[in-house]
């Protein structure tokens, strides 16, 4: 009985780990139209002549970012590609770093050109559980959806408990599972996994960069900032969002 008891836990424990530590590639695109379609100080007319020029989407080939993620965390930033030379920690590059056992970030945010180190406890999403389902790179992915009070927006996410980790892209976390796409206000932002890599033979280290440092913020001052941008260039007639991440 004993034997059989300790075979059971064995395969649990093999079962729980596996699939916790790996890489997600994600694609990144910025829709502008859609996004100067919403802005409130343009007139329709203004709307229909910018969809009139840049309407034509299909060169859109967006950017690829990369979360590595094990067991204590995980780590999102801009992938390094063959054009970059290997060079990945660009001094406007976000870097979201996660402790999953603290609970705390230590991102690294950059807002109008100044940068900023995160130390603060991991934002927390209120999410609406939807009745949809989509296949993203291989897994059968569910949607939720949770609201952006700083851009003032709706984000919908799809998750897969296939992937027993809480995390995702952009920092987004909170769901039974791994999120593996985001939509910000209906496709004025997708965010897609385009390949998953999960590690069961071997530890995978996080890639945090050798030097960590930025002007010390929590992020209750660091959305006030970036909430009061918003609402300045709105006035000014201004999109905000050439300045500011999405």
């Known amino acids: 009985m004993i034997r059989i008891y300790l075979i059971i836990v064995i395969v649990f424990s093999a079962f729980i780990s596996y699939g916790q530590e790996g890489t997600i590639v994600f694609n990144r695109k910025y829709h502008w139209v859609n996004i100067a379609s919403k802005l ?20 859109n080939k967006g950017e690829d970012f990369l979360l590595t993620f094990n067991t204590e965390g995980s780590l999102y930033t801009k992938k ?6 290997g060079y990945s920690w660009g001094e406007e ?3 979201f770093i996660r402790n999953h056992k603290t609970k705390m970030t230590r991102d690294i945010r950059i807002l109008l050109g100044k940068k900023y180190l995160i130390e603060d406890v991991i934002p927390k999403y209120k999410w609406k559980m939807l009745n949809e389902l989509k296949e993203i790179a291989g897994y059968v992915c569910m949607k939720a959806e949770t609201k952006d009070t700083v851009n003032n927006i709706s984000i919908y996410a799809w998750f897969t408990d296939k ?9 987004f976390s909170g769901l039974p599972g791994m999120i593996l796409a985001l939509d910000f206000n209906t496709d004025d932002v997708n965010i897609i996994a385009t390949k998953v890599e999960l590690v069961s033979d071997k530890a995978v280290i996080l890639p945090l960069p050798k030097k960590i440092k930025g002007k010390n913020i929590l992020y209750d001052e660091y959305n006030s900032r970036k909430k009061k941008h918003i609402q300045l260039s709105m006035e000014g007639r201004r999109n905000p969002f050439w300045e500011v991440r999405y």
């Open 40 to 59: 409130p100080y343009l007139s329709q007319e203004e709307k229909d002549r910018i969809q009139l020029t840049w309407g034509n989407d299909t060169d």
């Open 80 to 85: 390094e590609t063959e054009e970059n030379y």
């Open 93 to 95: 590059d976000d870097i």
């Open 163 to 171: 992937i027993p980790v809480m995390s995702g892209p952009e920092g």
